[in-house]
Protein backbone atom coordinates (compact mmCIF):
# COMPACT_ATOMS: atom_id res chain seq x y z
CA UNK A 1 0.00 0.00 0.00
CA UNK A 2 2.45 2.59 0.80
CA UNK A 3 4.33 1.36 -2.36
CA UNK A 4 1.30 2.19 -4.51
CA UNK A 5 1.45 5.83 -2.37
CA UNK A 6 4.84 6.77 -2.80
CA UNK A 7 5.06 5.87 -6.59
CA UNK A 8 1.90 7.99 -7.12
CA UNK A 9 3.20 10.72 -5.54
CA UNK A 10 6.16 10.48 -7.62
CA UNK A 11 3.93 10.52 -10.58
CA UNK A 12 2.35 14.08 -9.26
CA UNK A 13 5.28 15.37 -8.88
CA UNK A 14 6.95 14.54 -12.09
CA UNK A 15 3.76 16.43 -13.95
CA UNK A 16 3.77 19.33 -12.06
CA UNK A 17 7.52 19.60 -12.89
CA UNK A 18 6.96 18.91 -16.49
CA UNK A 19 3.60 21.13 -16.94
CA UNK A 20 3.60 25.03 -17.39
CA UNK A 21 3.81 26.94 -14.48
CA UNK A 22 0.70 29.26 -14.40
CA UNK A 23 0.37 32.99 -12.99
CA UNK A 24 -0.24 33.08 -9.77
CA UNK A 25 -2.76 36.22 -9.90
CA UNK A 26 -4.89 34.04 -13.02
CA UNK A 27 -5.74 31.46 -10.55
CA UNK A 28 -6.31 33.78 -7.90
CA UNK A 29 -8.69 36.05 -10.05
CA UNK A 30 -10.64 33.19 -12.47
CA UNK A 31 -12.77 30.72 -10.68
CA UNK A 32 -12.83 27.54 -12.19
CA UNK A 33 -16.34 27.16 -13.74
CA UNK A 34 -18.50 24.14 -12.83
CA UNK A 35 -19.28 21.51 -15.14
CA UNK A 36 -23.23 23.24 -15.66
CA UNK A 37 -21.25 27.00 -15.33
CA UNK A 38 -19.35 25.86 -18.79
CA UNK A 39 -22.42 24.36 -20.14
CA UNK A 40 -24.15 27.41 -19.93
CA UNK A 41 -21.72 29.50 -21.32
CA UNK A 42 -21.14 27.11 -24.12
CA UNK A 43 -25.15 27.43 -24.49
CA UNK A 44 -24.65 31.25 -24.39
CA UNK A 45 -22.06 31.41 -27.07
CA UNK A 46 -24.15 29.06 -29.14
CA UNK A 47 -26.90 31.70 -28.98
CA UNK A 48 -24.95 34.15 -29.79
CA UNK A 49 -23.48 33.14 -32.56
CA UNK A 50 -26.93 32.40 -34.37
CA UNK A 51 -27.91 35.40 -36.96
CA UNK A 52 -31.96 35.68 -36.53
CA UNK A 53 -33.39 34.50 -40.23
CA UNK A 54 -34.18 37.92 -41.89
CA UNK A 55 -38.11 37.69 -43.10
CA UNK A 56 -38.37 36.09 -46.46
CA UNK A 57 -35.06 33.28 -46.02
CA UNK A 58 -35.78 30.15 -45.62
CA UNK A 59 -33.03 27.32 -44.57
CA UNK A 60 -31.65 24.83 -46.72
CA UNK A 61 -33.15 21.84 -44.16
CA UNK A 62 -36.66 23.72 -43.92
CA UNK A 63 -36.95 23.82 -47.32
CA UNK A 64 -36.00 20.23 -47.99
CA UNK A 65 -38.44 19.23 -45.42
CA UNK A 66 -41.07 20.90 -47.24
CA UNK A 67 -40.34 19.58 -50.29
CA UNK A 68 -40.03 16.26 -48.58
CA UNK A 69 -43.56 16.77 -47.02
CA UNK A 70 -45.19 18.16 -50.31
CA UNK A 71 -44.24 14.94 -52.02
CA UNK A 72 -45.40 12.27 -49.21
CA UNK A 73 -48.63 14.63 -48.97
CA UNK A 74 -49.16 13.77 -52.99
CA UNK A 75 -47.82 10.22 -52.59
CA UNK A 76 -50.71 9.44 -50.19
CA UNK A 77 -53.55 11.25 -52.36
CA UNK A 78 -52.11 9.43 -55.21
CA UNK A 79 -52.31 5.98 -53.22
CA UNK A 80 -55.43 6.82 -52.42
CA UNK A 81 -56.77 7.53 -56.21
CA UNK A 82 -55.84 4.21 -57.19
CA UNK A 83 -57.17 2.34 -54.09
CA UNK A 84 -53.95 1.32 -52.31
CA UNK A 85 -54.10 0.28 -48.86
CA UNK A 86 -51.68 -0.61 -46.42
CA UNK A 87 -53.79 -2.90 -44.08
CA UNK A 88 -56.49 -4.44 -45.90
CA UNK A 89 -57.78 -6.74 -43.72
CA UNK A 90 -57.41 -5.19 -40.13
CA UNK A 91 -59.48 -1.93 -40.50
CA UNK A 92 -63.17 -1.35 -41.76
CA UNK A 93 -63.87 -0.49 -45.29
CA UNK A 94 -64.53 3.30 -44.17
CA UNK A 95 -61.47 4.19 -42.03
CA UNK A 96 -58.57 3.73 -44.10
CA UNK A 97 -59.53 6.62 -46.21
CA UNK A 98 -60.55 8.69 -43.78
CA UNK A 99 -57.01 8.12 -41.87
CA UNK A 100 -55.57 8.59 -45.65
CA UNK A 101 -57.55 12.00 -45.93
CA UNK A 102 -56.55 12.98 -42.50
CA UNK A 103 -52.89 11.66 -42.78
CA UNK A 104 -52.45 13.63 -45.80
CA UNK A 105 -53.87 17.08 -44.72
CA UNK A 106 -51.72 16.93 -41.28
CA UNK A 107 -48.76 16.33 -43.96
CA UNK A 108 -50.02 18.69 -46.33
CA UNK A 109 -50.80 21.58 -43.51
CA UNK A 110 -46.61 20.89 -42.20
CA UNK A 111 -45.44 21.33 -45.58
CA UNK A 112 -47.28 24.57 -45.96
CA UNK A 113 -45.76 25.97 -42.80
CA UNK A 114 -42.53 24.75 -43.63
CA UNK A 115 -42.59 26.37 -46.72
CA UNK A 116 -43.78 29.96 -44.88
CA UNK A 117 -40.94 29.00 -42.48
CA UNK A 118 -42.90 29.16 -39.32
CA UNK A 119 -41.89 28.18 -36.49
CA UNK A 120 -45.44 25.51 -35.70
CA UNK A 121 -44.46 24.38 -39.03
CA UNK A 122 -41.15 22.67 -38.52
CA UNK A 123 -41.92 21.81 -35.12
CA UNK A 124 -44.61 19.52 -36.57
CA UNK A 125 -42.27 18.12 -38.94
CA UNK A 126 -39.68 17.58 -36.27
CA UNK A 127 -42.84 15.46 -34.39
CA UNK A 128 -43.70 13.52 -37.24
CA UNK A 129 -39.92 12.52 -37.86
CA UNK A 130 -39.72 11.30 -34.65
CA UNK A 131 -42.67 9.17 -34.89
CA UNK A 132 -41.34 8.06 -38.04
CA UNK A 133 -38.16 7.21 -36.39
CA UNK A 134 -39.78 5.28 -33.58
CA UNK A 135 -41.82 3.50 -36.13
CA UNK A 136 -39.35 2.60 -38.17
CA UNK A 137 -36.75 1.39 -35.09
CA UNK A 138 -39.74 -0.99 -33.64
CA UNK A 139 -40.70 -1.77 -37.26
CA UNK A 140 -36.89 -2.80 -37.93
CA UNK A 141 -37.14 -5.47 -34.83
CA UNK A 142 -39.29 -7.48 -36.83
CA UNK A 143 -37.98 -7.02 -40.17
CA UNK A 144 -38.64 -10.58 -42.45
CA UNK A 145 -36.41 -10.02 -45.26
CA UNK A 146 -33.40 -7.98 -46.23
CA UNK A 147 -35.04 -5.85 -48.32
CA UNK A 148 -37.45 -4.33 -45.85
CA UNK A 149 -34.51 -4.01 -43.55
CA UNK A 150 -32.36 -2.30 -45.73
CA UNK A 151 -35.88 0.10 -46.60
CA UNK A 152 -36.46 0.83 -43.12
CA UNK A 153 -32.67 1.87 -42.53
CA UNK A 154 -33.25 4.37 -45.75
CA UNK A 155 -35.76 5.50 -43.42
CA UNK A 156 -34.08 5.77 -40.47
CA UNK A 157 -31.49 7.55 -42.27
CA UNK A 158 -33.54 9.87 -44.36
CA UNK A 159 -35.42 10.78 -41.44
CA UNK A 160 -32.95 11.80 -38.33
CA UNK A 161 -30.61 13.42 -40.71
CA UNK A 162 -33.29 15.74 -41.71
CA UNK A 163 -34.60 15.21 -37.55
CA UNK A 164 -30.56 16.62 -36.77
CA UNK A 165 -30.73 19.69 -39.47
CA UNK A 166 -33.90 21.16 -38.51
CA UNK A 167 -32.71 22.00 -35.57
CA UNK A 168 -30.77 24.84 -35.87
CA UNK A 169 -33.13 25.49 -38.56
CA UNK A 170 -35.73 25.62 -35.98
CA UNK A 171 -33.18 28.06 -33.57
CA UNK A 172 -33.18 30.53 -35.99
CA UNK A 173 -36.65 31.16 -36.82
CA UNK A 174 -36.83 31.37 -33.48
CA UNK A 175 -40.72 31.07 -31.47
CA UNK A 176 -42.67 33.61 -32.27
CA UNK A 177 -43.68 36.36 -29.46
CA UNK A 178 -46.72 35.90 -27.31
CA UNK A 179 -49.59 38.89 -28.10
CA UNK A 180 -48.93 39.71 -23.98
CA UNK A 181 -45.22 38.96 -22.89
CA UNK A 182 -42.78 41.26 -22.01
CA UNK A 183 -39.73 42.17 -24.96
Known sequence: MSGKRSSRKRRRQRRAASAPPRPPAAEASAPVPSGYA????KDEAARAALRPLPPGERPTAVTAGAIAATVLAVAN???????YNAGEDTLSPGSEV???ILTTLVVALVAYGMWRARYWGVLGMQTL????????????????SVWA?????I???AAGTLFWF?????????????PGSPR
Do not use: D, H, W
Request: zero cysteines; hydrophobic letters at 65%.
Open 98 to 100: TGS
Open 77 to 83: LVALAFG
Open 38 to 41: RSRA
Open 155 to 157: IIA
Open 166 to 178: LIKAMARIQMPER
Open 149 to 153: ALLLL
Open 129 to 144: LALTLVISSLALLFAN
